[in-house]
């Protein structure tokens, strides 16, 4: 069965920095392109990044360019998020999913507030 557990989200001030982690089990991470898409309450999905299989392909939403950057481990099947100079506005539920522009499996989420 396939599960992803996201972790790495908290309380963060305006300009500060965190890293969101992924584990990944139960398929065959390696070969997935993988993403994250955030939710704040009351409003809809916005995807943030995404990565091929291989790790040398990326993409990012224009919000979080140059501020995000999405990696992965494939020997620990892992995702990872490392979020620098970080707004108010980045404020959400942090979700890995499996895929690229369509979503199949999804982590429970972590929060990540940004606020002074």
């Known amino acids: 069965e396939l599960q992803l557990v996201e972790s790495g989200g908290g309380l963060v001030q305006p300009g500060g920095s965190l890293t969101l982690s992924c584990a990944a089990c139960g398929f065959q991470f390696s070969t997935f392109s993988m993403s994250w898409v955030r939710q704040v309450p009351g409003k809809g999905l916005e995807w943030v990044s995404s990565?091929?299989?291989?790790?040398?392909?990326?993409g990012y939403a224009d919000s979080v360019k140059g501020r995000f950057t999405i990696s992965r481990d494939n020997a620990k099947s892992k995702l990872y998020l490392q979020m620098n100079t970080l707004k108010t506005e980045d404020t959400a539920i942090y979700y890995c999913?499996?895929?690229?522009?369509?979503?199949?499996?999804w982590g429970q989420g972590t929060q990540v507030t940004v606020s002074s």
């Open positions: 990565l091929n299989p291989g790790g040398d392909s990326t």
């Open positions: 999913a499996t895929g690229w522009s369509s979503f199949g499996g």
